[in-house]
């Protein structure tokens, strides 16, 4: 049986982190809904409490039966979660005078207490809170302290349970990783077995027994989610996988023979389909973004569709889902800023039944299966790009000139990257065609032509994203080479806005 961690999620920002730290310390972890704890499930071996956005005094303020808790599970409280620990059992938490935010030393450790263990007076911690614990339940104690706040961490007599006032999740908390060490493999005595290679034995040997001899098809985007799920399937399942790869014209230059000829290595059963036609008929004309998504996905769905139909006898669809599309935690305070499933009606209009291999990994675990598959390095280490492909990078109608003009321009823009070395040191680039056209002057003649905007941000998950700092050199050669070589542009900028408030994407 699997041992694993239940972290509950109270809300917090932060609780994706928590558990792609613990899954750090080659340990199995699920993040659930503060109100949906397994009780029943015999491999929990600790919980830990998130963070959350409410204040214990909230009327809105989730809670959990922290009674059905204490005593029977190694807990972890952090930030909010200490707080409700304390609250709950007669402590007092009160709005702090000013909002902590941001870095702090403890200033007192209480070295002999197992959580701290090799954490000493000094260490940078990361606060972000807006209340704080003022008074400890009889029976607890401070085991450490910074100047601001008395009671940045306690411990509830002998039990096992603590709480910390900081977030230990984060980077900035140097010594987050040891106290997230202590209390999982420590205390809660994990044994550290979760890793790529025994996922994949693992994953391997279930979807033998799940799918026998049936048949399953997938969808291949060229991304790494989908190509990782495809390799595992065909480890599992051979000559029954059967995986499609849809051309809708707005891929990257050479996108589709590359990664067609990729895929091919990989020994993957793939039929490639051009259907740019179709595409580009039924986006004619369309320049709001949402319907460009709309339009996209359906006609997605009916391509594959019709391929899949001339396969006989398939019983499954696969799909590269990740755990983080899975959290349902996550849009317990959330809000849809995008559309971004663009395949989400396939399995109910295909009456198939859903096989996602991939839907308990963090990107990274999904990166070094993929490695531990003897994956090319080009497949894996790919920047994430948008379903809709192109078709969001064009503000307005798209046609197939556009998207030529736009290949182009991309191509020089992330060969660049690569020949400059700075590919792996940005999370995704591309380039935008504006719907702006602007004077510029080549040779003698006066030119009216258009705007391109080059986007490179650097981010962990996607989830939020800074304007990466590329070299004011690269961005000189770059801007030369687009203005010089592409045809019909005569101007680039680069989007310097992070997330948020602005989005990765432009549309
Ligand atoms: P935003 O623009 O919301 O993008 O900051 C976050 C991440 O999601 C990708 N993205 C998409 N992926 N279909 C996808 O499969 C979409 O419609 C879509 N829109 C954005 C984006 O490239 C970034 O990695």
Same mark, same amino acid.
């Given at each position: 049986?699997?041992?694993?961690?239940?972290?509950?999620?109270?809300? /917090?920002?932060?609780?994706?982190?928590?558990?792609?730290?613990?899954?750090?310390?080659?340990?199995?972890?699920?993040?659930?809904?503060?109100?949906?704890?397994?009780?029943?499930?015999?491999? #929990?071996?600790?919980?830990? %409490?998130?963070?959350?956005?409410?204040?214990?005094?909230?009327?809105?303020?989730?809670?959990?039966?922290?009674?059905?808790?204490?005593?029977?599970?190694?807990?972890?409280?952090?930030?909010?979660?200490?707080?409700?620990?304390?609250?709950?059992?007669?402590?007092?938490?009160?709005?702090?005078?000013?909002?902590?935010?941001?870095?702090?030393?403890?200033?007192?450790?209480?070295?002999?207490?197992?959580?701290?263990?090799?954490?000493?007076?000094?260490?940078?911690?990361?606060?972000?809170?807006?209340?704080?614990?003022? /008074? %400890?339940?009889?029976?607890?104690?401070?085991?450490?302290?910074?100047?601001?706040?008395?009671?940045?961490?306690?411990?509830?007599?002998?039990?096992?349970?603590?709480?910390?006032?900081?977030?230990?999740?984060?980077?900035?908390?140097?010594?987050?990783?040891?106290?997230?060490?202590?209390?999982?493999?420590?205390?809660?005595?994990?044994?550290?077995?979760? /890793?790529?290679?025994?996922?994949?034995?693992?994953?391997?040997?279930?979807?033998?027994?799940?799918?026998?001899?049936?048949?399953?098809?997938?969808?291949? /985007?060229?991304?790494?989610?989908?190509?990782?799920?495809?390799?595992?399937?065909?480890?599992?399942?051979?000559?029954?996988?059967? !995986?499609?790869?849809?051309?809708?014209?707005?891929?990257?230059?050479?996108?589709?023979?590359?990664?067609?000829?990729?895929?091919?290595?990989?020994?993957?059963?793939?039929?490639?389909?051009?259907?740019?036609?179709?595409?580009?008929?039924?986006?004619?004309?369309?320049?709001?973004?949402?319907?460009?998504?709309?339009?996209?996905?359906?006609?997605?769905?009916?391509?594959?569709?019709?391929?899949?139909?001339?396969?006989?006898?398939?019983?499954?669809?696969?799909?590269?889902?990740?755990?983080?599309? !899975?959290?349902?935690?996550?849009?317990?305070?959330?809000?849809?800023?995008?559309?971004?499933?663009?395949?989400?009606?396939?399995?109910?209009?295909?009456?198939?039944?859903?096989?996602?291999?991939?839907? %308990?990994?963090?990107?990274?675990?999904?990166?070094?299966?993929?490695?531990?598959?003897?994956?090319?390095?080009?497949?894996?280490?790919?920047?994430?790009?948008?379903?809709?492909?192109?078709?969001?990078?064009?503000?307005?109608?798209?046609?197939?000139?556009?998207?030529?003009? %736009?290949?182009?321009?991309?191509?020089?823009?992330?060969?660049?990257?690569?020949?400059?070395?700075?590919?792996?040191?940005?999370?995704?680039?591309?380039?935008?065609?504006?719907?702006?056209?602007?004077?510029?002057?080549?040779?003698?003649?006066?030119?009216?032509?258009?705007?391109?905007?080059?986007?490179? #941000?650097?981010?962990?998950?996607?989830?939020?994203?800074?304007?990466?700092?590329?070299?004011?050199?690269?961005?000189?050669?770059?801007?030369?080479?687009?203005?010089?070589?592409?045809?019909?542009?005569?101007?680039?900028?680069?989007?310097?806005?992070?997330?948020?408030?602005?989005?990765?994407?432009?549309?």
């Amino acid at each position: 049986m699997m041992e694993k961690i239940i972290i509950l999620d109270f809300g /917090s920002q932060t609780t994706q982190l928590i558990g792609r730290r613990v899954r750090e310390l080659n340990t199995y972890c699920e993040i659930l809904p503060y109100n949906k704890m397994p009780y029943d499930d015999p491999s #929990v071996i600790g919980v830990i %409490l998130s963070g959350s956005p409410f204040s214990v005094y909230d009327e809105k303020a989730f809670r959990t039966e922290l009674d059905r808790l204490r005593g029977h599970y190694p807990l972890l409280g952090i930030c909010y979660g200490a707080q409700f620990m304390a609250y709950t059992y007669g402590g007092t938490v009160e709005p702090a005078n000013s909002r902590e935010y941001g870095r702090a030393h403890l200033s007192k450790v209480n070295e002999a207490d197992p959580l701290l263990r090799d954490i000493t007076p000094g260490a940078q911690v990361w606060m972000s809170h807006g209340d704080t614990i003022t /008074s %400890l339940p009889d029976g607890f104690s401070i085991i450490a302290s910074t100047d601001q706040v008395p009671v940045a961490a306690f411990r509830a007599g002998d039990e096992k349970m603590w709480g910390v006032q900081f977030h230990p999740e984060v980077y900035h908390s140097e010594c987050g990783m040891q106290l997230l060490r202590n209390f999982v493999v420590d205390i809660c005595g994990s044994r550290q077995s979760w /890793s790529a290679a025994s996922f994949i034995e693992s994953t391997v040997a279930e979807l033998k027994a799940q799918l026998g001899n049936d048949k399953v098809v997938l969808g291949l /985007s060229g991304g790494v989610d989908s190509s990782v799920a495809a390799v595992l399937l065909n480890k599992a399942i051979g000559k029954n996988l059967t !995986c499609i790869f849809v051309d809708h014209g707005m891929l990257r230059k050479n996108e589709f023979a590359d990664v067609m000829r990729d895929y091919e290595g990989l020994g993957l059963n793939v039929i490639g389909v051009d259907a740019s036609p179709k595409f580009f008929a039924d986006l004619a004309g369309v320049t709001d973004p949402e319907q460009k998504r709309k339009i996209i996905g359906r006609d997605f769905i009916e391509v594959f569709d019709e391929e899949a139909r001339k396969l006989t006898d398939v019983k499954w669809l696969g799909q590269g889902t990740i755990y983080p599309d !899975c959290i349902e935690s996550l849009s317990i305070t959330g809000t849809t800023i995008k559309s971004h499933h663009n395949v989400g009606g396939l399995p109910e209009k295909m009456h198939l039944k859903l096989c996602e291999p991939l839907r %308990l990994l963090f990107k990274d675990e999904v990166r070094a299966v993929g490695r531990e598959l003897g994956m090319p390095e080009r497949l894996i280490t790919r920047h994430p790009f948008p379903g809709p492909g192109l078709a969001v990078r064009i503000l307005g109608d798209i046609t197939p000139e556009k998207v030529a003009v %736009l290949q182009e321009a991309d191509h020089i823009f992330i060969q660049g990257l690569r020949d400059w070395g700075l590919y792996d040191q940005v999370w995704q680039a591309g380039v935008i065609l504006l719907p702006v056209q602007s004077v510029g002057v080549m040779g003698d003649e006066r030119t009216y032509e258009r705007a391109v905007a080059l986007r490179a #941000v650097t981010s962990t998950d996607a989830m939020t994203a800074d304007w990466a700092r590329l070299p004011y050199d690269f961005l000189a050669e770059v801007s030369n080479k687009i203005i010089n070589k592409v045809r019909g542009v005569n101007r680039v900028t680069y989007d310097i806005s992070s997330k948020p408030p602005a989005t990765i994407e432009w549309e």
